[in-house]
């Protein structure tokens, strides 16, 4: 729910992982085990118009050989979906909704580029997640992959810790949304390790586990 907050003892997370931002808090309990709070919150309405600046000085609005942002089919695409809305938060919910409802889910599908995402509409979460960040960068909404893992049942209705990748966006505070699980706001699910298709949580997968939710 939003909003919404969740309280995990963690064990297996090295103390580089261990950083607080505005939806995550983490506290050490001893040498091993660590309490995460995560918590989702609603953006508070702004009204502001897209273009925006990057707050992080541009970062979040380049294009790349991935998130080709300026590639004329992603621009055209994101002025499609949009069409007179410039409201940057409403754009962005747009855009996430857009991917949720057109990309399938296909979690043997992989693609490198927004523009293969584009040409096959299929993917699991880093595709869902490329899309977005292309479209959105492509509306003047800076914005960036996030890479951790969320805790949920899956088939075999046992709670676990899976790798997952959605997206954050500024639209005059940062928020972060999940395409893939169509939400405007990912809930406190959603525990964030890195950015931008980092590697180094590899390793991380099997070892980080949750004993206990307070």
């Not at 309280?7 to 050490?28: A, S």
């Not at 899956?154 to 990748?165: G, S, T």
């Amino acid at each position: 729910e939003i909003p919404g907050e969740l309280k995990l003892v963690m064990t297996g997370l090295p103390d580089r992982f261990r950083k607080d931002t505005y939806r995550q808090k983490c506290k050490p309990i001893d040498k091993d085990r660590v309490e995460v709070t995560i918590t989702a919150l609603p953006v508070k309405p702004k009204k502001l118009q897209r273009p925006l600046v990057d707050p992080n000085g541009g970062a979040n609005m380049k294009s790349s050989l991935a998130v080709e942002s300026d590639h004329a089919d992603i621009i055209a695409l994101a002025k499609k979906i949009l069409g007179p809305e410039k409201d940057a938060y409403a754009s962005a919910k747009k855009i996430s909704t857009w991917v949720n409802t057109n990309i399938v889910k296909d979690y043997g599908s992989s693609s490198d580029r927004a523009t293969d995402v584009l040409r096959l509409m299929k993917g699991d979460c880093t595709e869902h997640s490329l899309l977005t960040v292309a479209l959105l960068r492509a509306a003047g909404i800076p914005s960036r992959r996030i890479d951790g893992v969320v805790y949920m049942l899956n088939d075999d209705q046992v709670p676990a810790l899976y790798w997952h990748e959605w997206v954050e966006a500024f639209v005059g505070e940062w928020t972060q949304l999940d395409p893939t699980f169509g939400q405007d706001v990912a809930d406190a699910t959603h525990f964030g390790l890195g950015e931008e298709g980092s590697a180094e949580i590899t390793p991380l997968i099997g070892q980080l586990k949750v004993t206990d939710v307070l």
